[in-house]
């Protein structure tokens, strides 16, 4: 069995892949060197996740990563504290996230197959995160990571929150995440509305919802409004529908949720399965409790549609998965000069436990 040691000298940084979490922190496709496994390094700089208060995060992140055990939950191979750094070994996901293949290869939207595919594996991993006692709170197309073999795996823990207090399930929690600007376009309207009520796991169903117009469309919902109007928009039960040539022009309201106007020629000419559209509308109500279940999802038809068809990786082409081959350019290289620079610098290591027997 390999063996990840807590010893940066083994992984060997290959290149850059990009930013994550507001650009707290880089993300490294790596070699571990005793094995030759291709993997992910992600190193949260210290300094700016403590002057942003976001360093009780990270930490719930990596504890309650390494709890859970599931193939479409992301895990870890091993995490601890280098000089000025956090790094976060995990298994690569060749083709990155959802969001990085609809910016490079899929504007318009991934195949009509690609995203059942992805909403069946998203929903096993809400499933199990659900009968385990946690809200993700963070479904979108960014922390929705594809491996080489095409399982979509949930990354993005550390805006989960637990239903389970003292003991006991709760009904209702009514704790709202502090850090979530860049996930407000995803979140359900119970929980935004941050009332007496509160909400419960089927706001992950709602997102769920979003998720599957994102990935359908190819952009974000409500891109273009303001917090406040996004708001408004959602309590009064504007949701976003899969656009094609059955809603481009029967519902112009449902299309400006979307947050763009503009109309590729591509979806006037498609038609999605209806069992797609229906799973993309009850994910949306309005009422959670009207919303299934994960666990109900699971049965719905739209996953039959999915039983002979082609593979994700096929589905997925012209994008490649990454590998070794990955080459350096002049700017990665300038960058990575800098982050050595960086992480050479003489300062004290921090006494972080990322044991698992921590309070949540």
Not at 31 to 56: A, G
Not at 61 to 74: A, D
Not at 109 to 120: F, K, S, Y
Not at 244 to 270: A, H, I, M, Y
């Amino acid at each position: 069995m390999t063996q990840f040691k807590e010893d940066v000298s083994i992984y060997k940084i290959i290149s850059i892949l990009g930013g994550c979490f507001q650009n707290r922190a880089i993300v490294n496709l790596a070699k571990h060197t005793p094995s030759d496994r291709m993997l992910v390094v992600k190193r949260y700089q210290l300094e700016k996740i403590r002057d942003s208060n976001c360093l009780d995060l990270v930490e719930r992140e990596i504890i309650l990563t390494r709890q859970l055990q599931h193939p479409n939950i992301i895990s870890l191979h091993t995490a601890f504290v280098y000089g000025p750094e956090i790094f976060v070994i995990s298994p690569l996901q060749a083709y990155g996230s959802c969001k990085s293949l609809l910016n490079s290869n899929f504007n318009e939207g991934l195949p009509e197959l690609a995203v059942i595919l992805i909403l069946r594996d998203v929903t096993e991993g809400l499933n199990y995160l659900h009968k385990t006692g946690y809200i993700h709170r963070a479904i979108r197309a960014s922390h929705i990571l594809i491996s080489a073999k095409g399982k979509a795996c949930l990354s993005g823990l550390r805006y989960a929150c637990s239903i389970v207090n003292n003991g006991k399930w709760q009904k209702a929690i009514h704790s709202f995440p502090l850090t979530t600007q860049s996930n407000l376009n995803w979140l359900s309207p119970e929980l935004l509305e941050q009332n007496l009520k509160g909400y419960n796991e089927k706001s992950d169903i709602y997102s769920l919802g979003m998720v599957c117009c994102e990935l359908a469309n190819g952009r974000e919902p409500f891109a273009e409004y303001d917090s406040t109007l996004m708001l408004v928009e959602k309590v009064r039960g504007c949701a976003p529908s899969l656009l094609d040539r059955s809603t481009l022009f029967s519902n112009s309201e449902d299309r400006e949720c979307q947050g763009d106007c503009d109309v590729p020629v591509s979806w006037s000419k498609r038609r999605f399965n209806s069992y797609l559209h229906e799973f993309c509308y009850i994910c949306l109500e309005r009422e959670s409790s009207i919303r299934p279940t994960a666990a109900q999802l699971l049965s719905h038809p739209v996953f039959k549609l999915i039983k002979k068809g082609p593979s994700l990786p096929e589905l997925l082409k012209p994008a490649l998965p990454l590998s070794d081959k990955v080459a350096f350019n002049g700017e990665e290289v300038a960058n990575m000069d800098q982050i050595e620079k960086f992480a050479d610098m003489d300062m004290s290591l921090y006494d972080w436990d990322f044991s698992m027997n921590q309070n949540d």
